[in-house]
Every structure is written in structure tokens, then in C-alpha cells.
């Protein structure tokens, strides 16, 4: 597969060679050389990549490995991966980068800094605690199996490529409980509260008949043109896979969790009680947010934000006429009958409308757009008790399954209607689905960029994004408004909570009481959310940081440029390259400022 940016580049540097002196003709001609060389290295790896990692490339529209998962916690496969990034860390320090363009660089720097921190990450024990209530691989799978996500149950073939996943599904769970053992024999164990929230989602996939399995999906909804035969043998084997093998590996997990690893586990709930777990939390800081902050200036942060915060909320407590503090306010946009749907439908559905007015909204701030698709999807229920209140799945870049904003409709009277602008703000539109469709579909990007990312760039650009709402022409409901700095409270909240529970020993109590005291919080989410932090320390870092951070690099181009400042030029030039970490994001937007100048 030729690559389109060193066909570009080569093409490029011709043309101004023909212009030139023969004197400087040779160092085009390096340039060409060395960045052909960088090209090779990177769609080698990129396509070794897809063959380790099966589900990467069906996520993406690649179905060459469809018929197989992998055993990421296996140690022959940690193994590898740790071979492979050694390989092409040492294979691409022999480049030169002087020699190379300026979009060349970039990738050079970012194909680097994977291979370092993913090196860097083998030091600590992630394979011995592979699950949690929020990010599991038997929640995932039920998905994938589902006939509603990535895994295509279009032919014949997609349909026995997945009774196929389904035994590497199987021997996954084994190496998931041996993994476990070992953590439990070594000290380093999930907090006991997230494995009595992962029990039921795995025992709610323990069934007595196939045909009341979500893995019977694809056979409740096969294309009406498969022959009679193909039916009846497909039919015949998914109820034999799915009494046999699936259902058995729920049961064995099940067993473990319940038998023996739930009283085994630790009543701590920060990564502070590990092994090595100030050194564990601190990388993950730097992973998250793409910074050398300390935990101890992010929490100081959080602290300062929410103060600046809480004095935006009472203005808007002063446009409504709102008698009372704000933790009154609280109290009442979290109980008063106006701000809930009766019905989940409901919210869904208000959801779906919105989508055409933001749309044409955003063409206000916005020339470059995804061609992409997206659909909004309700939460399924076998996991929306844990789930966030939404989230994204990226589509394919060839437009054959759209983007997908999953909204959480678990406990409605818990989904103030003041909630949803900010949330389709950075979900869908010109959130998460602008910025990772614009970056899948750049052709001109090697696959890693392409397909890659960094979540303080990618969390800090869907918080921006809410930020954009009165820009936009959204939050003309002074409650709407509200919501979206609920959401900035929320994210800055997280800075406190999160650095809390994981460096300073806060306690699951401790987290809950400060989300309950400063904002508008039901129950039901605040205690996911608290878990969710304890499930992914420092993941929840990188939104208020990111955004801040974006905010921050416009704030200096538009005080640079004055005038000659383009907000829609500031949002291409930020989401035409894709997902890097943010110093890199603030040269390069530093770079843009002088050519506008």
C-alpha cells in the first residue's frame, strides 16, 4: 500500500529540485530518501501492529484478522510486544531526523514517544489486574458479539469469523484468572468495591438457554440472503458456542471472582497501596495528561477551578431568580420535576434532535468537518449501571459503520435534561466525533497518527468543545448553560478527586462527600464516577488539563494575531494533524501564529 504522504512529500521536493541550483538538488533528494525510509518503517509497523492486535484493525474497517483475538496479559504476547518496541525504537533512531520534513518530524516525535512510554509502562504489574467494573474485556465482548459494534455480521464468513473469537474469548478468561492469582500471591489486586460491581455484569451473561444470550443477536437479526442451509448451520453452531464455550467462560470467571478473588482483594481503593504505587500513579499522570505536572499542582488546580466555577453557577442562579445558596441550587436542579424525562426513549430521542441544529451550527467555527456519520445509541443494559453518562465509538473512515454517541439512560430521574447540550457537545458534535473522524479520514497521516491518540489532546479538545456552546449559539437556556459549567466543575472536581484517591489516600467516602458538596450530583452518578477514578487512575486528569491547555494556546494566538485571527483557521490547523501531546499541539499552533503574521 503506497503511503499518500511520502507520494505528496516526493512529489513536493521534485518540483522545488527542478527550481534549483544542482548544488541543492542532493539534499532534496536525502530528504525524499530518508523520509521514504521513515514511511516503510512506520506501515511495517503498522501492519505487524493490526496482525498483534485483531480487534485494532476490525475497529477500524481491517477484517484480515477477524477470526481471532489476542491474549494481550499472555506473557508470550507481552513478550512480543516488548520485542517490537525495542525493534522500532532502535530501527528509528537510526534515522535522521535533521533530514526529514517538518510533518516527517512530527511523526518521528510521536512514533517515539509510543515506543518510549509503552516501554516505559512494563515496569508495572497492568496485566495482573486486567479487568474492573468500567473497562473489561467480558463487558466488551458481549458488545462485540452483540451484532452492534464493530464485529460485522454482514456474511457468512463474519459470522464464523466470530464463533472463532469466541474460543480465543475463552482462553482469554483463563489467562485473565491466572493473571489474577498471581496478583492476589503478589499484593497487587483490584480494589474489593469494583469486583462486587463486575460480579453481576458477568453473571448476566450467565444463561440457561442460548436463544436468551446477547450473543444470539446475530442469529435473531441474519441477513434475510443467506441460503437456507447456511442458517441452519450457523444457527446450529452459535447455540453450541454459546452454551459450550461462552457461557462457560462467564461461569469460570464468575466462580473465580466470587470464590476466591472478591475476599481477596484490597479494601484501599488508591493506586497508592500498590506496589510501587506513587511511582505507578505518577507515570499515569504523565501518560494522561502529557505533562511533567506533579499530583500535587493538579489537585491545586481542581481546587482553584472549581472555586471560579461556583461564582460563574450563582450568575446563573442570578438571571434565574433562584431564592438560596448554591448547594440549594443543587438541591433543586437535581429533584425538581421539570428537568427529567418520565421515559429513557425520551432522552434519547432529545438527543437525535439536536443533531441537525448543532450541526449547521458549527459551521459558524468549523470549514473542516467529518464526512463521516454518527447515530446515537442508548447505553446497553447490561453495562449502563457502571457506564459513564456517554461516550464515543469512533467509526470507519470508509463511512461503512457511522460514529456512535452512547448515551446513558440507566436511572433516569439521575439525567437532568441541563446536562445533555454540554454532553452532545463533547460526544458528538464538534466534539469527539469531529476530532477522531477528521483525524481518521487524513489520508496523508502514516497509520499510526491516523489511528492513534493521546487522551489529554482528545479529553481537553471534547471539554473545549463544550466550552464552545455560547459561541456556537447553544446554551441560550440560562439551564442549559448551567450544565455545561456543571460539566467544567465536573472535570475540575475530577482534579481533586482523582489526584485525592490515588497520592493523597483519600477514601471512597472522602471522594463521594466532596462531589456531594460542591456540585449538582445525584447518587446514582456520583458513585460510578468515584469508582470509575478508582477503576483508571489519572484518566480523569486529562479533560480539565487538555482543555485548559487548548484554551490557553488560542487565548496566544489570538492575542498574536489580533484581527488576522480565524477561529475556524485556529480549529483546522488544531485537528488537521491529529492527536499529539500538548506541547507538541502548542509549537505547532506556535508555528501557524508566525506563517499568519
Same mark, same amino acid.
Given at each position: 500500500?503506497?503511503?499518500?504522504?511520502?507520494?505528496?512529500?516526493?512529489?513536493?521536493?521534485?518540483?522545488?529540485?527542478?527550481?534549483?541550483?544542482?548544488?541543492?538538488?542532493?539534499?532534496?533528494?536525502?530528504?525524499?530518501?530518508?523520509?521514504?525510509?521513515?514511511?516503510?518503517?512506520?506501515?511495517?509497523?503498522?501492519?505487524?501492529?493490526?496482525?498483534?492486535?485483531?480487534?485494532?484493525?476490525?475497529?477500524?474497517?481491517?477484517?484480515?484478522?477477524?477470526?481471532?483475538?489476542?491474549?494481550?496479559?499472555?506473557?508470550?504476547?507481552?513478550?512480543?510486544?516488548?520485542?517490537?518496541?525495542?525493534?522500532?525504537?532502535?530501527?528509528?533512531?537510526?534515522?535522521? #531526523?535533521?533530514?526529514?520534513?517538518?510533518?516527517?518530524?512530527?511523526?518521528?516525535?510521536?512514533?517515539?514517544?509510543? #515506543?518510549?512510554?509503552?516501554?516505559?509502562?512494563?515496569?508495572?504489574?497492568?496485566?495482573?489486574?486486567?479487568?474492573?467494573?468500567?473497562?473489561?474485556?467480558?463487558?466488551?465482548?458481549?458488545?462485540?458479539?452483540?451484532?452492534?459494534?464493530?464485529?460485522?455480521?454482514?456474511?457468512?464468513?463474519?459470522?464464523?469469523?466470530?464463533?472463532?473469537?469466541?474460543?480465543?474469548?475463552?482462553?482469554?478468561?483463563?489467562?485473565?484468572?491466572?493473571?489474577?492469582?498471581?496478583?492476589?500471591?503478589?499484593?497487587?489486586?483490584?480494589?474489593?468495591?469494583?469486583?462486587e460491581k463486575l460480579l453481576p455484569q458477568v453473571d448476566a451473561h450467565i444463561v440457561d438457554s442460548p436463544q436468551d444470550s446477547n450473543f444470539y443477536g446475530p442469529i435473531t437479526n441474519m441477513p434475510a440472503d443467506f441460503s437456507d442451509e447456511d442458517r441452519a448451520r450457523l444457527?446450529?453452531?452459535?447455540?453450541?458456542?454459546?452454551?459450550?464455550?461462552?457461557?462457560?467462560?462467564?461461569?469460570?470467571?464468575?466462580?473465580?471472582?466470587?470464590?476466591?478473588?472478591?475476599?481477596?482483594?484490597?479494601?484501599?481503593?488508591?493506586?497508592?497501596?500498590?506496589?510501587?504505587?506513587?511511582?505507578?500513579?505518577?507515570?499515569?499522570?504523565?501518560?494522561?495528561?502529557?505533562?511533567?505536572?506533579?499530583?500535587?499542582?493538579?489537585?491545586?488546580?481542581?481546587?482553584?477551578?472549581?472555586?471560579?466555577?461556583?461564582?460563574?453557577?450563582?450568575?446563573?442562579?442570578?438571571?434565574?431568580?433562584?431564592?438560596?445558596?448554591?448547594?440549594?441550587?443543587?438541591?433543586?436542579?437535581?429533584?425538581?420535576?421539570?428537568?427529567?424525562?418520565?421515559?429513557?426513549?425520551?432522552?434519547?430521542?432529545?438527543?437525535?434532535?439536536?443533531?441537525?441544529?448543532?450541526?449547521?451550527?458549527?459551521?459558524?467555527?468549523?470549514?473542516?468537518?467529518?464526512?463521516?456519520?454518527?447515530?446515537?445509541?442508548?447505553?446497553?443494559?447490561?453495562?449502563?449501571?457502571?457506564?459513564?453518562?456517554?461516550?464515543?465509538?469512533?467509526?470507519?473512515?470508509?463511512?461503512?459503520?457511522?460514529?456512535?454517541?452512547?448515551?446513558?439512560?440507566?436511572?433516569?430521574?439521575?439525567?437532568?435534561?441541563?446536562?445533555?447540550?454540554?454532553?452532545?457537545?463533547?460526544?458528538?458534535?464538534?466534539?469527539?466525533?469531529?476530532?477522531?473522524?477528521?483525524?481518521?479520514?487524513?489520508?496523508?497521516?502514516?497509520?499510526?497518527?491516523?489511528?492513534?491518540?493521546?487522551?489529554?489532546?482528545?479529553?481537553?479538545?471534547?471539554?473545549?468543545?463544550?466550552?464552545?456552546?455560547?459561541?456556537?449559539?447553544?446554551?441560550?437556556?440560562?439551564?442549559?448553560?448551567?450544565?455545561?459549567?456543571?460539566?467544567?466543575?465536573?472535570?475540575?472536581?475530577?482534579?481533586?478527586?482523582?489526584?485525592?484517591?490515588?497520592?493523597?489516600?483519600?477514601?471512597?467516602?472522602?471522594?463521594?462527600?466532596?462531589?456531594?458538596?460542591?456540585?449538582?450530583?445525584?447518587?446514582?452518578?456520583?458513585?460510578?464516577?468515584?469508582?470509575?477514578?478508582?477503576?483508571?487512575?489519572?484518566?480523569?486528569?486529562?479533560?480539565?488539563?487538555?482543555?485548559?491547555?487548548?484554551?490557553?494556546?488560542?487565548?496566544?494566538?489570538?492575542?498574536?494575531?489580533?484581527?488576522?485571527?480565524?477561529?475556524?483557521?485556529?480549529?483546522?490547523?488544531?485537528?488537521?494533524?491529529?492527536?499529539?501531546?500538548?506541547?507538541?499541539?502548542?509549537?505547532?499552533?506556535?508555528?501557524?501564529?508566525?506563517?499568519?503574521?
Amino acid at each position: 500500500m503506497k503511503n499518500p504522504v511520502a507520494a505528496i512529500l516526493a512529489a513536493v521536493l521534485l518540483v522545488a529540485a527542478c527550481g534549483e541550483s544542482e548544488q541543492n538538488a542532493p539534499n532534496a533528494a536525502v530528504e525524499v530518501d530518508t523520509g521514504e525510509a521513515l514511511h516503510a518503517l512506520f506501515e511495517e509497523h503498522f501492519e505487524r501492529n493490526l496482525e498483534m492486535n485483531p480487534l485494532s484493525a476490525t475497529f477500524i474497517g481491517d477484517y484480515r484478522y477477524n477470526d481471532r483475538m489476542a491474549n494481550a496479559n499472555g506473557p508470550e504476547y507481552r513478550a512480543a510486544a516488548t520485542a517490537m518496541d525495542e525493534e522500532f525504537l532502535a530501527r528509528l533512531l537510526e534515522i535522521d #531526523r535533521e533530514q526529514l520534513g517538518y510533518q516527517d518530524q512530527l511523526s518521528y516525535d510521536l512514533f517515539r514517544i509510543n #515506543r518510549e512510554q509503552s516501554l516505559e509502562g512494563n515496569q508495572f504489574p497492568f496485566h495482573l489486574q486486567p479487568v474492573n467494573q468500567f473497562y473489561s474485556v467480558t463487558n466488551f465482548f458481549v458488545q462485540l458479539g452483540s451484532g452492534t459494534s464493530a464485529h460485522p455480521f454482514k456474511t457468512v464468513k463474519d459470522y464464523e469469523d466470530f464463533l472463532s473469537r469466541a474460543d480465543d474469548y475463552s482462553d482469554i478468561v483463563d489467562q485473565i484468572i491466572v493473571n489474577m492469582k498471581e496478583g492476589m500471591q503478589t499484593g497487587v489486586t483490584q480494589p474489593r468495591i469494583l469486583m462486587e460491581k463486575l460480579l453481576p455484569q458477568v453473571d448476566a451473561h450467565i444463561v440457561d438457554s442460548p436463544q436468551d444470550s446477547n450473543f444470539y443477536g446475530p442469529i435473531t437479526n441474519m441477513p434475510a440472503d443467506f441460503s437456507d442451509e447456511d442458517r441452519a448451520r450457523l444457527t446450529a453452531a452459535y447455540e453450541d458456542k454459546i452454551s459450550n464455550t461462552i457461557v462457560p467462560a462467564y461461569q469460570r470467571i464468575s466462580n473465580f471472582l466470587g470464590d476466591e478473588y472478591i475476599s481477596g482483594a484490597r479494601e484501599s481503593v488508591g493506586l497508592y497501596a500498590q506496589p510501587n504505587g506513587n511511582d505507578w500513579y505518577a507515570y499515569m499522570v504523565r501518560i494522561r495528561t502529557t505533562t511533567d505536572m506533579t499530583p500535587d499542582e493538579i489537585h491545586q488546580i481542581g481546587l482553584d477551578e472549581v472555586a471560579r466555577i461556583h461564582e460563574e453557577m450563582r450568575g446563573v442562579m442570578e438571571e434565574v431568580g433562584f431564592d438560596g445558596d448554591l448547594k440549594d441550587f443543587f438541591e433543586f436542579v437535581n429533584t425538581d420535576d421539570q428537568f427529567f424525562y418520565d421515559e429513557a426513549d425520551e432522552l434519547i430521542q432529545g438527543y437525535r434532535d439536536m443533531s441537525d441544529h448543532i450541526t449547521a451550527l458549527s459551521k459558524e467555527l468549523f470549514d473542516v468537518m467529518p464526512k463521516s456519520a454518527f447515530e446515537v445509541r442508548r447505553v446497553e443494559p447490561f453495562r449502563e449501571a457502571s457506564a459513564a453518562g456517554g461516550s464515543y465509538q469512533a467509526g470507519t473512515p470508509d463511512g461503512t459503520r457511522p460514529g456512535i454517541f452512547y448515551a446513558n439512560a440507566y436511572n433516569i430521574k439521575a439525567r437532568g435534561k441541563w446536562a445533555m447540550e454540554s454532553l452532545f457537545l463533547h460526544e458528538a458534535i464538534p466534539g469527539h466525533h469531529f476530532q477522531i473522524m477528521i483525524q481518521r479520514e487524513n489520508e496523508g497521516l502514516p497509520g499510526f497518527r491516523r489511528f492513534g491518540g493521546f487522551t489529554a489532546y482528545s479529553e481537553g479538545w471534547g471539554l473545549y468543545a463544550e466550552s464552545l456552546g455560547k459561541e456556537l449559539g447553544v446554551y441560550t437556556d440560562p439551564y442549559q448553560y448551567f450544565g455545561g459549567l456543571n460539566a467544567e466543575l465536573w472535570r475540575s472536581i475530577r482534579l481533586v478527586v482523582d489526584t485525592g484517591l490515588h497520592a493523597k489516600q483519600w477514601s471512597r467516602q472522602d471522594v463521594l462527600d466532596y462531589m456531594y458538596e460542591n456540585s449538582a450530583v445525584a447518587e446514582v452518578r456520583a458513585v460510578a464516577e468515584a469508582e470509575r477514578f478508582m477503576a483508571i487512575p489519572g484518566q480523569a486528569l486529562a479533560y480539565k488539563i487538555g482543555q485548559l491547555k487548548i484554551r490557553d494556546i488560542r487565548n496566544k494566538a489570538e492575542a498574536a494575531l489580533g484581527d488576522k485571527f480565524s477561529v475556524k483557521d485556529f480549529h483546522t490547523e488544531v485537528l488537521k494533524d491529529g492527536a499529539m501531546p500538548l506541547s507538541m499541539l502548542e509549537t505547532k499552533i506556535e508555528r501557524w501564529v508566525q506563517s499568519q503574521q
